[in-house]
């Protein structure tokens, strides 16, 4: 791939879920032509053919992007896309990402995640497209072994769930490809809990069913929607015996993407290098809870639960690779996580149902 091309236009694989689409508004912000794929799974269908949250980000953007209803398992279909386009990169959100679930249905985590990647990086050879921002997550690196987490800390041991295990998978499979091929340049991001949504309040999470995370859950009992949420507790070795987390600003983690784009444009790097995108800062359970209850004025219910077998103390990243090699850094705060995430839920109290 010559990595000259002036190409702006980038495939977004799931470009309508959570992060894919907060991630389109910093994109046309760049000046990149942004086509999005997605089945429709995990988002919530508009008038017409195109999801609620690419007609928002059409709206805050004044922009359009360009849309297509298909699966990633749908090799023709996809390979009619590149036919369309001539694509810089690729970003590659699609998959499903729910723990729990994934130990239930484990044949369609695999069958999506990991054959759905392998489809989309077999298409993208077919078109000799090889520059991809890969969607991967903190949980490759299961129970740390040292804190902060680097990239160098082992990854793939004692993993317990489908979902984390499809990922270190699908990463293994972009290692080989890369050592395969050197024209390849795939930037790994591994999130860590990315919350909040756009300051405009217009755009944010909409979890189908309950939510398995705390920050929409944290929400969904300010709004009156959940009574009482249980905090595993209190015996864990931190600053209040809740669990610890790293947790990062989604528009925060919608611009790593653009500057990963930035680097694949202008930098002659090939291979696959993997990337902490977080704020490199641990916040409690309590403290989450706190933060969010003093922006909301709301009263938080919540009760103290034994922790599960396995339950980590705490999880955070070392944030310093990422600023060194993409001069990409989170600036958004924990008040602002939680301010966001309020005027979103204020707003749309039933997620994009509420507009449709
Ligand atoms: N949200 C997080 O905190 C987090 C953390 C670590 C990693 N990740 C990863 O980031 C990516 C995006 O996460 P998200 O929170 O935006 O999830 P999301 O569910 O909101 O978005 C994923 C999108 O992919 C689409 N999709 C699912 N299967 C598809 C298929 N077969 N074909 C086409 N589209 C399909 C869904 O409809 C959805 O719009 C996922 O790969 C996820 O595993 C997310």
Same mark, same amino acid.
């Given at each position: 791939?010559?990595?000259?091309?002036?190409?702006?236009?980038?495939?977004?694989?799931?470009?309508?879920?959570?992060?894919?689409?907060?991630?389109? $508004?910093?994109?046309?912000?760049?000046?990149?032509?942004?086509?999005?794929?997605?089945?429709?799974?995990?988002?919530?269908? +508009?008038?017409?053919?195109?999801?609620?949250?690419?007609?928002?980000?059409?709206?805050?953007?004044?922009?359009?992007?360009?849309?297509?209803?298909?699966?990633?398992?749908?090799?023709?279909?996809?390979?009619?896309?590149?036919?369309?386009?001539?694509?810089?990169?690729?970003?590659?959100?699609? +998959?499903?990402?729910?723990?729990?679930?994934?130990?239930?249905?484990?044949?369609?985590?695999?069958?999506?995640?990991?054959?759905? !990647?392998?489809?989309?990086?077999?298409?993208?050879?077919?078109?000799?497209?090889?520059?991809?921002?890969?969607?991967?997550?903190?949980?490759?690196?299961?129970?740390?072994?040292?804190?902060?987490?680097?990239?160098?800390?082992?990854?793939?041991?004692?993993?317990?769930?489908?979902?984390?295990?499809?990922?270190?998978?699908?990463?293994?499979?972009?290692?080989?490809?890369?050592?395969?091929?050197?024209? @390849?340049?795939?930037?790994?991001?591994?999130?860590?809990?990315?919350?909040?949504?756009?300051?405009?309040?217009?755009?944010?999470?909409?979890?189908?069913?309950?939510?398995?995370?705390?920050?929409?859950?944290?929400?969904?009992?300010?709004?009156?929607?959940?009574?009482?949420?249980?905090?595993?507790?209190?015996?864990?070795?931190? $600053?209040?015996?809740? +669990?610890?987390?790293?947790?990062?600003?989604?528009?925060?983690?919608?611009?790593?993407?653009?500057?990963?784009?930035?680097?694949?444009?202008? !930098?002659?790097? !090939?291979?696959?290098?993997?990337?902490?995108?977080?704020?490199?800062?641990?916040?409690?359970?309590?403290?989450?809870?706190?933060?969010?209850?003093?922006?909301?004025?709301?009263?938080?219910?919540?009760?103290?639960?034994?922790?599960?077998?396995?339950?980590?103390?705490?999880?955070?990243?070392?944030?310093?690779?990422?600023?060194?090699?993409?001069?990409?850094?989170?600036?958004?705060?924990?008040?602002?996580?939680?301010?966001?995430?309020?005027? @979103?839920?204020?707003?749309?109290?039933?997620?994009?149902?509420?507009?449709?």
């Amino acid at each position: 791939m010559d990595n000259t091309s002036k190409s702006k236009f980038v495939l977004l694989t799931g470009g309508a879920g959570y992060i894919g689409s907060h991630t389109i $508004i910093p994109l046309i912000e760049s000046g990149y032509e942004v086509v999005v794929i997605d089945n429709l799974f995990n988002a919530c269908k +508009g008038e017409g053919e195109k999801p609620v949250s690419i007609l928002q980000v059409e709206k805050l953007t004044g922009k359009q992007v360009t849309f297509y209803a298909i699966d990633l398992l749908d090799y023709i279909l996809l390979s009619e896309v590149f036919d369309k386009h001539e694509f810089c990169c690729v970003i590659h959100f699609a +998959g499903l990402k729910y723990s729990n679930e994934s130990c239930n249905i484990p044949l369609n985590y695999y069958k999506v995640n990991v054959c759905g !990647s392998i489809n989309l990086f077999q298409v993208m050879m077919e078109h000799n497209v090889k520059r991809l921002v890969f969607s991967s997550s903190s949980t490759v690196y299961s129970e740390p072994h040292f804190l902060p987490i680097t990239e160098l800390h082992p990854v793939g041991q004692s993993l317990v769930n489908v979902y984390d295990k499809s990922k270190y998978y699908i990463e293994g499979i972009i290692q080989d490809l890369c050592n395969s091929d050197k024209e @390849w340049f795939v930037i790994i991001l591994r999130y860590f809990n990315s919350v909040g949504a756009h300051s405009s309040g217009t755009l944010g999470e909409d979890p189908n069913g309950t939510p398995s995370n705390l920050m929409p859950y944290v929400a969904q009992v300010a709004v009156g929607k959940i009574q009482s949420l249980n905090v595993f507790g209190k015996h864990c070795s931190t $600053i209040d015996g809740t +669990g610890v987390r790293d947790y990062i600003h989604i528009m925060d983690l919608a611009e790593g993407h653009v500057s990963a784009l930035e680097k694949m444009q202008k !930098s002659n790097d !090939s291979g696959a290098i993997a990337i902490n995108l977080s704020t490199g800062n641990g916040y409690s359970v309590l403290q989450v809870i706190n933060m969010f209850s003093q922006v909301s004025k709301q009263e938080i219910k919540y009760e103290i639960v034994d922790c599960p077998n396995g339950y980590c103390d705490s999880s955070y990243c070392d944030a310093s690779f990422a600023k060194e090699y993409l001069g990409w850094e989170a600036k958004r705060t924990l008040k602002e996580m939680c301010e966001d995430t309020w005027r @979103w839920l204020s707003l749309y109290p039933q997620g994009f149902s509420t507009t449709t």
